[in-house]
């Protein structure tokens, strides 16, 4: 009897592998792997570290200086119609990034300080090329800025400062 137990078991176990073995034949499966990332959101300027300048008078002094985030102008000697100017296209602000960004400027004048009678702010001009308020990945704009003293500014002006400040600020569109 042993002998028909053990044959029992063995068809028994023969009929379980080979419904295992039918039933690991009919297996499916898929898979998704994914990556997300954000795209980026920067302008920036673009030109010469030191950017060609025009004075209306020599003795008008005028140094602009340029990084990838700050545009400086400094100008001195400057008398009543005299100016600086740097020109259109010497310097552009650029979206160096891959998404599209809407771009928005706001000039804040400084105050006017010197040692003298107090000279209005009015007295001194800022004149810009304006912007694209809408810059597509990769897009830019030519920037030109003039300083200048304006041809009215009395004597209350001499030896007085003035001071502006134009942000630029972009965000998605």
Request: charged share 5%; proline share 8%.
């Amino acid at each position: 009897m042993r002998a028909n137990q053990v044959a029992g078991l063995l068809a028994v176990v023969s009929v379980i592998a080979v419904a295992g073995i039918g039933y690991a034949a009919f297996t499916s499966s898929i898979s998704l792997n994914a990556t997300a990332s954000a795209g980026t959101l920067a302008i920036q300027w673009v030109g010469p570290a030191s950017p060609a300048v025009t004075t209306t008078s020599p003795n008008v002094t005028c140094a602009v200086s340029l990084t990838p985030t700050l545009l400086r102008m400094t100008v001195g000697g400057l008398f009543p119609g005299q100016s600086c100017t740097m020109p259109l296209g010497s310097v552009t602000v650029e979206n160096s990034g891959t998404l599209s960004a809407s771009v928005t400027a706001v000039e804040t004048p400084g105050p006017v300080t010197g040692p003298g009678t107090p000279c209005s702010a009015s007295n001194f001009t800022v004149v810009n090329s304006g912007y694209n308020p809408n810059l597509g990945p990769g897009a830019s704009f030519p920037w030109f800025q003039t300083a200048g003293l304006g041809a009215s500014a009395g004597n209350g002006c001499q030896g007085d400062s003035f001071s502006f400040t134009i942000s630029f600020s972009a965000t998605p569109e």
